[in-house]
């Protein structure tokens, strides 16, 4: 299996910028798609983007022009680079991985817009 391990989360005011980034460990080899999702109190999680190991990219609407995920395939690692960020931003983001065999989310980390 694969384990992730997020981190870069934290509190910023409307505007401000954050990076997420999630180091994969484990059966990395098997790893097709990584990607970043989030979940609002009270809100199902939500697809925020994703990146498969060519470096195709997909976004929500929401976040299009705003956030940019990236990936770093010899580190094994996924970073969300976020800008512009509002209030309805606010949510606990989570890393997944995806590929032969693989379906793993890290535990999340807590990203919090507010003035």
């Known amino acids: 299996q694969v384990q992730l391990v997020e981190s870069g989360g934290g509190l910023v005011q409307p505007g401000e910028s954050l990076r997420l980034s999630c180091a994969a460990s484990?059966?990395?080899?098997?790893?097709?798609?990584m990607g970043w999702y989030r979940q609002a109190p009270g809100k199902q999680r939500e697809l925020v983007a994703i990146?498969?190991?060519?470096?195709?990219?997909n976004y929500a609407d929401s976040v299009k022009g705003r956030f940019t995920i990236s990936r770093n395939n010899a580190k094994n690692t996924v970073f969300l680079q976020m800008t512009s960020l509002k209030p309805e931003d606010t949510a606990v983001y989570y890393c997944?991985?995806?590929?032969?065999?693989?379906?793993?989310w890290g535990q999340g980390t807590q990203v919090t817009v507010s003035s």
């Open positions: 997944k991985a995806d590929g032969i065999g693989i379906d793993s």
């Open positions: 484990g059966s990395i080899r098997s790893i097709y798609t």
């Open positions: 990146i498969t190991r060519g470096g195709t990219t």
